[in-house]
């Protein structure tokens, strides 16, 4: 366990002092070691933290580029969006005036579809 101490300097406030005290446990890094301290880690668990680390970088790594297009792409953004409308239909011909006639019996049904659709 590390210790840290200060002494108050003559006519300190006590909020000055303990604001002090506080930055100076930060950069000791006894937080970080109450943290670490409140729950119990397993050994394995402490082996693999340092790949765990590496990978994270390497995600954060690869991630980057793909945050610089976002960004780039969100400072071309039109300024007036375009109205999405649904695509024209084609206009298809009734089956009577393409000259099909019905499917006879003895067709397949693949045949018979292909037959209604033209092909």
């Not at 006519?11 to 930055?23: A, D, H, N, S, V």
Request: hydrophobic fraction near 35%.
């Amino acid at each position: 366990m590390t210790n840290y101490a200060i002494i108050p300097r003559v006519g300190e406030p006590i909020e000055r002092t303990l604001q002090r005290f506080k930055k100076g446990a930060l950069m000791a890094g006894i937080f970080r070691e109450m943290k670490e301290r409140t729950s119990y880690t397993k050994p394995s668990q402490r082996r693999r933290a340092p790949r765990r680390v590496v990978r994270r970088e390497a995600r954060a790594a690869e991630a980057q580029p793909l945050e610089e297009v976002i960004r780039t792409m969100a400072k071309h953004k039109p300024k007036h969006p375009t109205k999405k409308t649904a695509p024209k239909a084609k206009y298809v011909t009734p089956i009577a005036q393409r000259g099909i006639t019905a499917p006879t019996p003895a067709l397949t049904s693949e045949q018979a579809r292909r037959q209604l659709r033209g092909f």
